[in-house]
């Protein structure tokens, strides 16, 4: 089945269901963060937890949740902005976004470890490292965008600025991973959104 | 990054994407809302509640579910009448409808807080709280797409009157935001329905 | 707010967005009922239950998982039948169609609530009395879309008969909601299949 | 109320509602297959597990939401294939799509228990049983949009080779299936990755 259909996804295909899909996925992921704090409330009261104390106790969660929030729709955004000059599909095109919607619906996993577990080099590279293959992934769309003409019929092309602009990112993130398995101890998450 | 992409957000940009994204992610918040009543039923069962004992236990979850239904479907509505004026985006309409978007996310949780405590000065500044922020970056919202004519093309233009009606909502919520929290003994949640 | 924004609900305005948000809001409600079945496999493998056990155990959670996926996706398709005939909106229409959209959201809960409890008065008024309410909004909506051409600009108008046909199926369950509460004992909630 | 509904349906309803529909419940099943990873990590947490102990022991609900992930995502892009020769409906075609969205809504539960139960007879019969209906359901609808020339107006028609493709996927499937349950000791389920 596969390559039969491989070779139908010729650049003929409308990008606009694709996008509808990513879409839907990206905003299901964005909303269902608020769960694991949703959950957390019943309990705390049952344990006898007053609202200040409760508000303590969670303040690790709010701050992933937020943390994850920026992250996810800082992520769209710039998927956005690439797929302004998208109105094709092709098998490379699906495949990289396919890893990209990947990368995003696994990101609550690593936000529920990095709640639950103080920093260390392994916290940093199941959370960095969901990042890294997100903007990797972006960084290899972004490229495919813009070598193949046919991808970008009746919009406008994508310049060669956008596509680094785009590996630059994945360059600090790739930092950001190196320097926070190396140096666990003081690091701090909010950091990463000063790479946005 | 984020300063490149800030300028290619030109008003250039078609407002549908942008538009679907805050509806499927309103459309989730929405229906999440029921999940909390959902867990609670096979735990009232294996507790040996019967049906009306559930019932009378649970009218507390059920009255914050249709509270926040109702706000939730309100400014839904409130965001759909004013992007029928906008055809095009800019930076700061996009970071606007991102922090309404976020506060939208996030109202399950203080909604699972009115739920489990009594009310108090802390549960009230939460809730109302919450919806003071959607009020606050929804009239944001009206006034940028008020101010930016580009963002209309094509469109009816927004009236100072509807801008003034955002205000408005803001407004009250401001006075229920501080009557609430200075008496939060009589606080009925449900008079929040009656600024809508 | 409210009175501004609904005089504003000239049906000049386009349906389109109504109909995504509410579309949305339906395959959220129909995927979540899948949620608690997920829920029960790791709590009856740590209870030492082997996969005959579990599945005669849940025979009544799947039970009730394919009514309500029956329930909700035929009344998608009443929605969308009735919905080929609308091109605008007004204030009776969105109001209803809110309506609509709740019951449907809620329904989740009645479905936890039947597979818990043994058939009685009380389960089968609420589960039955939330597709009467289902039905019903769904009727004022095909009575509103009838009486008022200005919504069908554009389109076919809806005929008598569909609105008929609307009404009758209100009809049918509330017969079931009368009989079934009459006589909760021998009540079979698969027979709901058969009104449809 | 169905069959005045059924006739309705003619040829001439446009697909894009009920395309939509699809994609939105797809999307969300493919989301929701991380939650039970994330519910996962607060109770190690709790019960003193390190990190390392955490994936070691999820490594088997790591495999389950990778395979599931993939499936669906394959089977998304298969309809989508399909339905870029549709643009009208026709009563079968809802009634095989709604099968098929059935099947797809429904894989999280065979997914948990894949995950919870050693491989068995029962547990093979159960996942793979489900791929089978959903590649059957997707079959039928080939057949259907091949034989009704009135459902592809204004597109290309599905060629006879794309219907033996989705036949081809079909029957290999059912091979796994008669395969796995004979012999379910050493069944390997990312195999059924290479079918894809």
Same mark, same amino acid.
Not at 61 to 79: P, Q, Y
Not at 109 to 119: F, G, H, K, L
């Given at each position: ?11 003929? *295909?409308?990008?606009?269901?694709? $996008? /509808? /899909? ?9 909303? &269902?963060? $608020?769960?694991?704090? $949703? *959950?957390?409330?019943? !309990? ?8 200040? *104390? #409760? #508000?303590?106790?969670?303040?690790? !969660? &709010? ?5 994850? /929030? ?8 710039? =998927?956005?902005?690439?797929?302004? =000059? $998208? ?43 969901? +990042? ?5 992934? +972006?960084?290899?769309?972004? @490229?495919? @965008? =813009?070598? *193949? ?24 993130? +790739?930092?950001?991973?190196? &320097?926070?398995?190396? /140096? ?10 000063? &790479?946005?």
């Amino acid at each position: 089945m596969s390559w039969r259909v491989s070779r139908a996804t010729r650049p003929t *295909d409308s990008s606009e269901r694709l $996008v /509808f /899909f990513t879409d839907a996925v990206v905003a299901i992921a964005l909303t &269902l963060l $608020v769960l694991p704090l $949703v *959950d957390l409330v019943p !309990e705390a009261r049952s344990s006898g937890l007053d609202l200040e *104390d #409760l #508000l303590r106790e969670n303040l690790g !969660e &709010l701050g992933s949740f937020l943390l994850s /929030f920026a992250v996810i729709s800082r992520f769209w955004w710039a =998927h956005h902005q690439l797929f302004r =000059h $998208v109105s094709r599909l092709s098998g490379p095109l699906v495949a990289w976004n396919l890893l990209w919607m990947f990368s995003i619906v696994f990101l609550p996993w690593p936000t529920a470890i990095i709640t639950a577990y103080e920093p260390s080099t392994g916290t940093v590279l199941l959370y960095v490292g969901t +990042l890294v293959v997100t903007s990797a992934s +972006l960084t290899m769309l972004a @490229v495919t @965008v =813009h070598r *193949d003409a046919a991808l970008s019929v009746g919009r406008d092309r994508e310049t060669r600025d956008e596509v680094l602009g785009s590996a630059t990112s994945l360059g600090a993130l +790739l930092v950001a991973l190196v &320097l926070g398995s190396l /140096f666990p101890g003081p690091v701090n998450y909010k950091a990463l959104l000063l &790479l946005f």
